[in-house]
């Protein structure tokens, strides 16, 4: 049974970080509210009203805004699921330290050079690339100490590396179509801005679908180990689950394959998802 110890310097550090990194996502809400009123642009009629404003979807600046916001909601979270089970595999504190500490600096400048003073590249390559490097060190290392396992640890681990690799994915269709979001970038390759590439968009909806399940299976994932189950039966839930949500990114974005290829590759898991929040409902139920 793994055990965290709070006094360990490494896991207090954790904590501060992932701490500061929880306010800081929840600050870019709070620049996106603050560009939409400056610029009286909202995506709600009720909002518009209010403020004597209009109704658009396409504000460059504002868009900016959400799209360094969703860039967070894409990176940070990986890094929550990483760094503590990172800490699972008793890092040496100070490197542990190092890594939390530059990675929270790192996803800091992110959001400056993006969002807050729009710098040519590579400034926002770099501010993003580091936080990214440090996410797949600790998720190599999770898998590593964990191979032998199958545990729900090492799956977790593998979900989080899928998960970010589809960033690299959308980067390169982006960079081999030379379509891009932001000016920076269009100008650094001589490519042009568009929001509507259907390649890129593909893959774009299919790190989404990952952001909006396996964020799931994290949680529902721990909660149900808590409901002492067979570890047979546990251990093959995760490893399915891995599979095909692996299996689905590569039959949507990679080699797209007709129905029902994809929601064979998306129902597996959300069954699986499905199924072990009620083992946990039923488990607890009279707690209500």
Same mark, same amino acid.
């Given at each position: 049974m793994v055990s965290i110890d @709070?006094?360990?310097p490494a896991v207090q550090s954790y904590i501060l970080y992932s701490g500061i990194l929880g306010l800081k996502l929840l600050s &870019?809400? &709070?620049l996106t509210t603050r560009v939409r009123m400056a610029k009286k642009v909202f995506a709600n009629e009720e909002d518009a009203k209010k403020t004597?404003?209009?109704v658009k979807y396409d504000? $460059?600046?504002v868009e900016r805004v959400r799209r360094a916001h969703l860039n967070d909601l894409e990176n940070i979270p990986a890094f929550w699921v990483l760094g503590a089970l990172y800490l699972?595999?008793? $890092?040496a504190a100070a490197w542990a330290t190092l !890594? *939390?500490?530059v990675y929270t600096v790192g996803r800091v400048l992110h959001t400056i050079v993006y969002a807050v003073k729009p710098l040519p590249q590579p400034a926002r390559g770099i501010a993003f690339g580091i936080p990214y490097l440090i996410t797949l060190y600790m998720g190599v290392k999770v898998v590593m100490h964990y191979i032998s396992a199958f545990s729900y640890i090492l799956y977790s681990a593998i979900l989080t590396l899928k998960l970010l690799s589809v960033t690299m994915l959308t980067s390169r269709v982006r960079y081999s179509k030379k379509v891009f979001a932001n000016e920076e970038d269009a100008k650094a390759v001589k490519g042009k801005i568009k929001f509507d590439d259907p390649d890129v968009e593909k893959v774009r909806r299919s790190h989404l679908n990952? @952001?909006?399940n396996i964020p799931a299976f994290w949680l529902l994932g721990a909660l149900y180990l808590t409901t002492s189950p067979w570890p047979v039966i546990a251990t !093959? !839930? *995760?490893r399915v689950y891995t599979a095909f949500r692996i299996l689905y990114t590569i039959v949507y974005a990679i080699i797209p394959l007709p129905h029902p290829a994809r929601s064979i590759a998306f129902g597996i898991p959300y069954v699986i998802n499905v199924y072990m929040g009620v083992q946990v409902i039923l488990h607890y139920l009279s707690a209500l």
């Open positions: @709070l006094s360990n &870019v809400t &709070v004597k404003g209009k504000d $460059p600046d699972t595999t008793s $890092p !890594l *939390f500490r990952d @952001l909006e !093959l !839930l *995760f």
